[in-house]
């Protein structure tokens, strides 16, 4: 059983267009995270959850709006794509101090 | 600022050549030091943990050491199979937050 999922796991998209990302985790953790890496593999903060509750949020455009409808998922939805999104998207759980990273999401804006 | 800086960015190895990665940091408050393994097309996968100055930490080939600066990730008569990225992360004084280095890329050679 994978314990973190993402999907999809490639999404192309047009400039502009709305598009959504899906995570779950089935380690029974209570702290959820999206990072965002670029093309020189940094991986950066963007969103921290902890049982459905925001509790870090770095800057990030408005234009991401995270939600976590219960504390195994944690959805990522971005709004008028930009060229400079094109990155890939890592959701993590952190049950304590090791964080457990889903497969990732490859995002491509042209 | 708070910042992890890996070197190399990029070290070719032969089979059974031993050497080591870096990892500095100037988190002030360091509240735990994390290597993660990256396979292309994959999540970071977790490998180890240090909590403090003069900590050490064995799997297999590779080592993980602390000191109050920087860590270094020794790899013991590598395989071809320990190609892959090693990425650090730091964990500050706010406990869900970790800082990444844009980690060494490790390509042995059989």
């Known amino acids: 059983d994978t314990a973190v999922s993402q999907t999809p796991k490639y999404l192309v998209t047009q400039m502009g267009n709305d598009k959504s990302i899906k995570c779950e985790q089935n380690?029974?953790?209570?702290?959820m995270y999206w990072y965002k890496q670029d093309s020189k593999k940094f991986l950066k903060i963007m969103f921290s959850y902890n049982n459905k509750e925001l509790i870090i949020n770095e800057t990030v455009p408005n234009r991401f709006s995270p939600k976590s409808p219960d504390k195994a998922h944690l959805n990522l939805h971005i709004n008028s794509l930009e060229l400079g999104d094109s990155a890939v998207y890592f959701c993590a759980s952190n049950g304590g101090n090791e964080q457990y990273f889903g497969p990732g999401t490859r995002l491509t804006v042209t | 600022e708070d910042q992890v800086t890996q070197s190399p960015e990029a070290l070719r190895l032969q089979e059974g050549e031993s050497s080591s990665l870096n990892c500095s940091y100037t988190?002030?408050?360091?509240?735990?030091l994390f290597w993660y393994r990256q396979d292309p097309g994959k999540g970071p996968e977790f490998l180890f943990t240090?909590?403090?100055a003069g900590e050490e930490k064995e799997k297999e080939r590779l080592k993980a050491t602390l000191t109050k600066k920087e860590s270094f990730l020794h790899i013991t008569a590598p395989k071809p199979e320990d190609s892959a990225t090693y990425l650090c992360a730091v964990q500050g004084p706010n406990f869900n937050k970790f800082y990444f280095g844009s980690g060494t890329k490790l390509n042995v050679k059989p």
């Open positions: 988190v002030s408050g360091l509240r735990g």
């Open positions: 240090l909590y403090s």
């Open positions: 380690l029974g953790h209570d702290t």
